[in-house]
């Protein structure tokens, strides 16, 4: 499938499963804890899933590993690999995201998220006050993936 984002590039995403091998430069999460979808707050761009780039030696799914931990706590039960989605930047940089369902076994406090404020739950994104959502939250891609998580199965609400 293929649309344009709110800053007007083309975005193409294709559906994955765990056949597929991911190969992203970056991850996303939609964490599932408790029968509730996990959020981090941005520091600066509000409550949004947490995610984050691929490092160096690193596969797709440390990434999201390390990501959900360090943003949320949260350490992953089992993930599925759902979605891959490009954005066709104006520079030509690469930006491809991989995007995993994790079920959540736990959620460890820690004194340190780095750039976020930490775990956050909500049963539904529209539970979450308008004036705190990430743009992130609103964007078409990542509520598409979500849409496929319910559809899936993963998450029930």
């Known amino acids: 499938m293929e649309f344009i ?3 007007d590039r083309r975005v193409t995403m294709q559906y994955k499963t765990d056949n597929d091998i991911p190969n992203g430069n970056h991850v996303l999460a939609i964490p599932i804890f408790q029968n509730q ?3 981090t707050k941005h520091s600066k761009r509000g409550i949004e899933f947490p995610g984050g780039k691929v490092e160096i030696n690193e596969t797709s799914q440390q990434a999201i ?3 959900l931990y360090e943003e949320t706590g949260g350490k992953v039960e089992a993930l599925y690999y759902i979605a891959q989605y490009q954005v066709h930047t104006f520079d030509k ?5 991989d995007v ?3 079920k ?3 959620i460890e406090h820690k004194h340190d998220y780095l ?3 930490g775990p956050i739950l909500f049963h539904l994104v529209n539970e979450i006050p308008e004036h705190q959502k990430s743009y992130l939250i609103k964007d078409e891609a990542i509520l598409k993936c979500l849409e496929r998580v319910k559809d899936l199965g993963y ?3």
């Open 65 to 67: 590993a390390r990501e």
């Open 115 to 117: 750039e976020t404020e």
């Open 5 to 7: 984002d709110q800053d």
């Open 93 to 97: 940089s690469l930006f491809k995201k």
């Open 100 to 102: 995993y369902v994790i």
């Open 104 to 106: 959540v076994k736990s």
């Open 37 to 39: 979808l996990l959020f």
């Open 155 to 157: 998450y029930k609400y």
